[in-house]
C-alpha cells in the first residue's frame, strides 16, 4: 500500500480491506497517515471509530469490505461497505452474546452522527467525526 498524502478537506480516499483476516493495523496506519495534521486527540477518535466499524464488518457481514474516509472543514466522515444487507446494526446489542454489543455505543458517543444507507447487496455503516 502506498503511503498517502495528507488529506485535505472535501478529498474522500478508498481502501480496500483484506477478503480473509482483518488487518486493521494497517488500515489504522492509512487512516493515520491521511490525518496525521489533526490534533491528536481528533484522530485517535477518528481510528477508533474506523476499529470499531471495520471490526464490526468482518464479525458481523460477508465481504468484500471497504473503508471510504472523507474530510470536511469541520468533520471527518468514515464509512465501511460489507455484503450483508439484511443484517442491519441494532446499538447495544449483539447475536455474540452478552458481554458484546458496546462498538455502536462508543462510536455514538464519539461520533456527532453515524447511520446505516444499504445498496444493492450490501450496505454501508457509516460515522461523523468532529474536527
Known amino acids: 500500500m502506498d503511503t498517502p498524502e495528507v488529506l485535505s478537506a472535501s478529498v474522500r480516499t478508498l481502501h480496500t480491506l483484506p477478503e480473509d483476516e482483518p488487518d486493521l493495523a ?7 497517515t491521511l490525518l496525521r495534521d489533526l490534533p491528536e486527540d481528533i484522530r485517535l477518535d477518528v481510528l477508533l471509530v ?3 466499524l471495520a471490526s464490526n464488518a468482518y464479525e458481523h457481514a460477508e465481504g468484500p469490505r ?3 474516509v ?3 472543514t469541520d468533520f471527518v466522515r ?3 461497505d460489507d455484503h450483508t444487507p439484511a ?3 441494532n446499538l447495544g446489542t449483539s447475536r455474540l ?3 458484546r454489543g458496546r462498538g455502536l455505543i462508543l462510536i455514538s458517543q464519539l461520533s456527532r452522527c453515524w447511520g446505516t444507507m ?3 447487496g450490501g450496505k454501508t455503516i457509516w460515522a461523523e467525526v468532529n474536527a
Open 26 to 32: 494497517a488500515m489504522r496506519a492509512w487512516i493515520g
Open 50 to 52: 474506523c476499529t470499531e
Open 66 to 68: 471497504a473503508v471510504r
Open 70 to 72: 472523507q474530510r470536511h
Open 78 to 80: 468514515v464509512e465501511v
Open 87 to 89: 443484517e442491519l446494526p
Open 97 to 99: 452474546g452478552d458481554t
Open 118 to 120: 444499504e445498496f444493492a
